[in-house]
């Protein structure tokens, strides 16, 4: 399949690629890793007249700590995020999700950004940065803004970009001592998609009672959500198999679920339930 013709900006600077989003309005779409972008400009569901490349931009692709946060820089690819030592160390849940995301392709060239910005309803990271409570740095006409990733992710596809803005830093919080994380997903076989992904963030105080929890479910929605059920049946428990299962039996509470050709509403509904309680057991034995 080939692309509808279009123009390519390489822009060399933010500043320079939000000027060519002003001047070229809706015809401009930007690309990152262009791993979904030019799929679905092949299939001609996108047919942007402006390309406006990011990939020439120097200084967006980092992974640094500063002041209790991890910055990830938009243009990070998940190979580099993978590699980094420090996401490691504070961030068991990222490589847990890297090992199931799409292939080794499309791990080299997809960026951290372009998952944010692209909000797929069945992406992984984006429930990964829910659950780890970041924000989203985000850079436009206006200045630099930054949103907590509750507020960013607003339906299919769609966040709280506005046009001309660019994501150029998701911040992760260091989590607290005592605090295991875990990505747990039943995936699409042929494109690795997550039929129901759950991202679970436990905290323990020192009796081994669940001091916090934060969990977000991919996949079975219209959106990455955040099961605020699941989170308030855990806290100031003992997790044991009874209040574990009765945490995941929650799942679904609140949650728009989805059914296509890859699950049904009841499969999705059945299945949220039994990834969440795997995704909380294997982040509080990490806690
Ligand atoms: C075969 C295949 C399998 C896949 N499997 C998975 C999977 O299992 N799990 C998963 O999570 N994902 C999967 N993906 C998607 C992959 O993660 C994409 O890389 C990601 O969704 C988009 O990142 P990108 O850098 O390629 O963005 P692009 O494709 O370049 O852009 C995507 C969209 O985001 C916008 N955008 C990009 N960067 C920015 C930015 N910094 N600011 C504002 N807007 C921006 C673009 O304009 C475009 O609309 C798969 C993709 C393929 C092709």
């Known amino acids: 399949m080939i692309p509808a013709a279009f123009e390519y900006r390489p822009a060399r600077s933010v500043e320079e690629a939000i000027a060519l989003l002003q001047d070229y309005g809706d015809e401009a779409k930007l690309m990152a890793g262009g791993q979904s972008l030019i799929p679905t400009m092949k299939l001609r569901l996108a047919q942007p007249g402006v390309l406006v490349d990011l990939g020439r931009i120097p200084g967006l692709a980092y992974i640094r700590e500063e002041n209790g946060t991890v910055a990830i820089g938009a243009m990070t690819t998940y190979t580099a995020l993978g590699r980094s030592d420090l996401v490691g160390q504070h961030f068991a849940i990222i490589p847990d999700a890297l090992a199931v995301l799409a292939d080794r392709q499309v791990r080299n060239r997809g960026t951290v950004g372009g998952s944010m910005a ?8 984006t429930a990964v940065v829910l659950a780890l409570k970041g924000a989203i740095v985000i850079q436009g006409p206006g200045g630099t803004r930054t949103m907590t990733a509750d507020d960013f ?3 299919t596809f769609a966040t709280a970009l506005q046009p001309g803005e660019i994501v150029t830093e998701i911040r992760l919080p260091v989590p607290p001592a005592h605090t295991g994380s875990a990505y747990v997903k039943l995936e699409n076989k042929a494109s690795h998609y997550a039929v129901v ?11 081994g009672t669940c001091s916090s929890a934060s969990i977000a479910i991919t996949g079975a929605s219209t959106r990455p959500t955040r099961a605020k059920a699941v989170e308030a ?5 003992k997790l044991d198999e009874t209040q574990l299962s009765d945490a995941a039996s929650h799942a679904v509470d609140g949650l728009e679920l989805v059914g296509d050709i890859h699950g049904s509403q009841a499969y999705r509904g ?8 795997r995704a909380i057991l294997k982040a509080a034995e990490r806690a």
């Not at 692209?118 to 990271?125: E, G, Q, V």
């Not at 049946?233 to 428990?237: D, E, H, I, P, S």
């Open 233 to 237: 049946a855990l806290a100031g428990k």
């Open 197 to 207: 992904g759950c991202a679970a963030v436990i905290t323990l105080n020192a009796d």
């Open 153 to 155: 992710f607003v339906d």
């Open 270 to 277: 059945q299945m949220c339930t039994v990834m969440t309680r």
């Open 118 to 125: 692209h909000a797929d309803p069945a992406a992984d990271l």
